[in-house]
């Protein structure tokens, strides 16, 4: 099932809903777009109109944030849970590691997805990572990554050159990279290869994740008023919908 958050699709799945589509896709033909939905990117989404489409022409929409659930709670909406990009993205190694399917992770900055893979690879020995390759390329355009991950025949693409670069490089040359899957996944590589602490399952539960990065990346701070410009929109939204479940 699919809610609309501020015109942004969202699909209404939980992480075992969501393997089993990608299993699925996995073994199928043709290219298959995984985005994550946060209040930032509804918010971007409204200006920025190449980004929008790259969402809806997505094929699977996470609700990653708990800005995303208390949006739909606030329309009457049936999204109870989150899914964040970095467990879904973790759940997907496994299952690669586990079927023989090889992964190419780009994104972030020099040495940080060649280092999040050895990472994965020691937790998963029997992983394939078909290459890796940074997120700051002055010279490589996009378009020659692409090329680069046809040629590795990697399976699953993780992309993590934060938004809306890495959403815009997935609706331009996903289907060029020949893979079965692509996924953004914002940080996560920060995080997969420890040059960032993932927030301790208390914070997780209490839906305090933005606080623990806060702390970690005090920059992050002039994000911090996204969440009350997202609710106030969607307010906004619902008020002026004539009661629809839409927002
Ligand atoms: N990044 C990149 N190329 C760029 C801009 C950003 O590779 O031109 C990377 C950045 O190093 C970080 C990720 O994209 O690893 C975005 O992380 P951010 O924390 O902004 O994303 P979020 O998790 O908040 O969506």
Same mark, same amino acid.
Not at 124 to 130: D, E, G, K
């Given at each position: 099932m699919q809610e609309f958050i501020l015109d942004v699709p969202t699909d209404a799945v939980t992480l075992a809903e969501a393997m089993s589509w990608a299993q699925e896709k996995l073994n199928q033909k043709g290219t298959h777009f995984i985005a994550s939905v946060n209040p930032e990117i509804c918010l971007a989404a409204r200006r920025n109109s190449a980004l929008l489409a790259a969402l809806l022409a997505a094929d699977l929409r996470i609700p990653d944030g708990i800005g995303i659930v208390l949006a739909s709670r606030l329309c009457g909406g049936q999204l109870r849970e989150r899914v964040t990009g970095i467990d879904l993205m973790e759940e997907l190694v496994a299952l690669a590691a586990a079927e023989g399917k090889k992964i190419f992770l780009f994104g972030a900055a020099d040495g940080v997805a060649a280092a999040a893979a050895s990472k994965l690879k020691e937790r998963? @020995?029997? +992983?394939?990572? *078909?290459g890796t390759a940074h997120g700051? +390329? @002055?010279? *490589?355009p996009d378009g020659e990554v692409a090329c680069n991950i046809a040629a590795s025949g990697a399976d699953l693409v993780f992309v993590a050159l934060g938004s809306p670069r890495q959403e815009l490089f997935v609706a331009k040359y996903g289907a060029a990279s020949g893979a079965k899957i692509l996924m953004v996944v914002g940080g996560s590589f920060d995080v997969l290869s420890g040059r960032l602490r993932r927030a301790p399952l208390l914070y997780q539960r209490l839906g305090l994740e933005w606080f623990y990065r806060l702390i970690q990346q005090p920059k992050r701070i002039l994000r911090l008023p996204v969440m009350p410009v997202f609710l106030l929109a969607v307010t906004q939204q619902k008020l002026f919908s004539g009661g629809r479940k839409h927002c």
């Open positions: 998963h @020995p029997s +992983l394939i990572v *078909a700051y +390329l @002055p010279q *490589a």
